[in-house]
């Protein structure tokens, strides 16, 4: 590790959370299929405030905070009808990168624990994203029907 990087971090508190976020969000932003989900929903001049905003979450989350208001369920699954394709693979492919990130800078043990929130919570947003999909497909579907 460099000296402005002295080690794995052994302790949560929010500026360890808002360094994780930093920095995990600075690879999105880079992602291939990750950036392009968050440009259509995020302004360049707006990441400041959705940092603060992730690490209100994952303060709430972890440290129990409740820091964070909002509505994850129902934003992620709006991102089904913005998104072609979106679902599985794009939760996936973040989890794999949070992880990366996660284990970068935590100690295994901190590591595991943020991870095993990361998953459950993922495997949340994931169900209302397919349930949103099944209904748009639904409602598609009964929309074309009436009008034929």
């Not at 405030?49 to 994952?58: A, K, N, P, S």
């Not at 129902?74 to 492919?93: D, Q, R, S, W």
Request: aromatic share 10%; proline share 4%.
């Amino acid at each position: 590790m460099s000296a402005s990087n002295p080690g794995p971090i052994d302790h949560l508190d929010r500026e360890a959370l808002y360094l994780l976020v930093c920095t995990f969000y600075e690879q999105v932003r880079a992602d291939a299929m990750l950036q392009p989900v968050f440009d259509l929903k995020i302004a360049a001049d707006a990441w400041p405030v959705h940092l603060q905003r992730m690490t209100d979450f994952w303060s709430s989350v972890l440290l129990g905070s409740q820091t964070y208001v909002g509505q994850p369920m129902v934003k992620h699954a709006a991102l089904a009808e913005v998104v072609p394709g979106f679902g599985a693979a794009h939760f996936e492919h973040w989890l794999e990168l949070f992880d990366g990130t996660v284990r970068g800078l935590f100690v295994a043990e901190l590591a595991d624990e943020i991870m095993l929130r990361a998953r459950n919570m993922g495997a949340g947003l994931l169900r209302a994203v397919k349930r949103e999909s099944n209904y748009s497909a639904l409602h598609t579907s009964v929309r074309e029907t009436t009008t034929a």
